[in-house]
Structure formats: structure tokens, C-alpha cells
């Protein structure tokens, strides 16, 4: 009987520690969530980021894409800005905001959805290890300054994007490739000689 009741009181007292830990652990992680909001208020709560094979990370959602947004994302997937290299947005995004890729070191990737009509200044600053970006025939307007410290980076675009005046500013045929559709369209664009990262190969898709 004694050993029943023992039993018994252990099992209710194990029940009791596990809720304990559960309501803690929720605790923290909404305690955790309120301090990302407060260190980067969203402006777009309508956008989610995702780290997909290979560690592309891709940006979905609807509106404008802000830098806040991205720091807010990065910090609830637990991704260090120093981790971001591959980076593909989703069609539903407009708009990619001012600085909103400001100083991510690492990125060596950029391909904007078909429904991006807008780059804001600065929004590639600093990214100094940038060398594919990818402008979609969407695209209207491209602030004169969305580009600098990245003089390495090859601006793809896919049609009418070719004739956006912040091109002027691209210096160098090479950097410069237009009507660029495929993977295979880049691939005879730069030349075997060129070796493909193996991310490009997924902003076709």
C-alpha cells in the first residue's frame, strides 16, 4: 500500500514539475519574442522568414520589406546577420526598403521577387561581399545609391529592369547582364570559365 501511495505521490509530483517547466518555458520564449519586438519594432508583420536546404534563407510575405523586419526575423530564427549569404525574396514583396540589408557582410546572394517595383536607398549598403544580385522585369524605380562598397556584384536582370537608370552607375559591361532568365541564360551570359554559386541555381525555380 505504501508503495502505491509513493508512487502515486511521485507520479503527481513529476506531472507538477513538468507543467512547471512548460509555463516557463513559454514564459520565456513570449518574454523573449516582447524584447525582439522591442529592439526592432516590425513595420511589416505580414512577411516570414525561412532557412531552406543548403542554408538559402527566404524572405515571404505581402507590402514592403523594412530593415526592422529583417532584424526581427533574423533574431526569432536564431540566424546571426554574419550567417546571411543566400538570401531569395518572394514575389508578394513590393517594395525593398531603405537599408534594409545594410551592412550584412556575409551576403554573397540577392535575387528580389517578380513583384518588387521598388528599391530604396542604401538597400544593399555595406554589403561588401555581395557579387550576384538579381532585378526582376517588375522593377520601376532603383534609387541611384542602392548600391555601393560592393564592387564585386554582377546585377542580373530579366528584361525591362536592363533600362533603369541606376544601371549607369554599375560600372563595367561584365557587371551588367540582361535578359537573364534561366540558369542556363547566366551560365552562356559569364562563360564556362565562370562557376556558378550553387544557390543561383534555385531563383529560377
Known amino acids: 500500500m505504501k508503495d502505491v501511495r509513493a508512487k502515486r505521490a511521485f507520479l503527481i509530483a513529476l506531472v507538477a514539475i513538468m507543467a512547471l517547466i512548460t509555463l516557463l518555458y513559454a514564459r520565456r520564449s513570449v518574454d523573449g519574442q516582447m524584447a525582439i519586438e522591442r529592439q526592432y519594432p516590425r513595420k511589416n508583420a505580414a512577411l516570414s522568414l525561412n532557412m531552406e536546404h543548403g542554408g538559402v534563407i527566404r524572405i515571404e510575405g505581402e507590402g514592403k520589406l523594412y530593415n526592422n523586419d529583417l532584424k526581427a526575423m533574423l533574431r526569432q530564427a536564431d540566424v546571426k546577420n554574419s550567417e546571411v549569404r543566400d538570401v531569395i525574396v518572394g514575389d508578394g514583396i513590393t517594395e525593398i526598403g531603405y537599408m534594409t540589408f545594410n551592412h550584412v557582410r556575409n551576403l554573397k546572394t540577392l535575387k ?94
Do not use: H, M
Open 112 to 205: 528580389l521577387g517578380s513583384g518588387v517595383r521598388r528599391v530604396a536607398p542604401g538597400a544593399v549598403k555595406g554589403c561588401e561581399s555581395l557579387e550576384w544580385l538579381y532585378f526582376p522585369p517588375s522593377l520601376v524605380d532603383v534609387a541611384a545609391d542602392f548600391l555601393f562598397e560592393s564592387d564585386q556584384c554582377r546585377i542580373v536582370t530579366g528584361g525591362e529592369a536592363s533600362d533603369l537608370p541606376a544601371l549607369g552607375n554599375v560600372k563595367g559591361s561584365e557587371r551588367k547582364l540582361t535578359g537573364i532568365d534561366s540558369i542556363d541564360k547566366l551560365q552562356a551570359a559569364v562563360g564556362d570559365e565562370v562557376i556558378l554559386p550553387d544557390a543561383l541555381a534555385l531563383w529560377w525555380r
